[in-house]
């Protein structure tokens, strides 16, 4: 069983940063293509950003988010500077195989249970 676990968010400032973590259990970790997404009060579960053999991401968070990951550590993790009110949401990290339709959540076969970011202006 694959379990991940996020860690990371909080309340901040515009413009502020914050590092969000997420742990992964089991052996696999390296195998996977790790995504984080985000979903706001009243809206779509989105995507963010992956890493797997390359890393994409959403064009609402290019250039200010930074998506990695430690394979001794079974974490990736998910840099965001220049926060702005609009990132408010809960976040959650996920696992798939394959390197396709990353932008994809029902691509994706585990889910950690998420971390509320909140942006205040």
């Known amino acids: 069983q694959v379990q991940l676990v996020e860690s990371g968010g909080g309340l901040v400032q515009a413009g502020g940063s914050l590092r969000l973590s997420c742990v992964v259990s089991?052996?696999?970790?390296?195998?996977?293509?790790m995504g984080w997404f985000r979903q706001a009060p009243g809206k779509e579960r989105e995507f963010v950003a992956a890493?797997?053999?390359?890393?994409l991401y959403a064009d609402s968070v290019k250039g200010r988010f930074t998506i990695s990951r430690d394979y001794a550590k079974n974490t990736v993790y998910l840099q965001m500077n220049s926060l702005k009110p609009d990132d408010t949401a809960v976040y959650h990290c996920?696992?798939?195989?394959?390197?396709?339709?990353?932008?994809?959540?029902?691509?994706?076969?585990?889910w950690g249970q998420g971390t509320q970011v909140t942006v205040s202006s």
């Open positions: 089991g052996r696999t970790f390296g195998s996977y293509v």
């Open positions: 996920a696992a798939k195989n394959g390197p396709d339709r990353l932008r994809v959540v029902v691509m994706y076969d585990y």
């Open positions: 890493i797997g053999v390359l890393t």
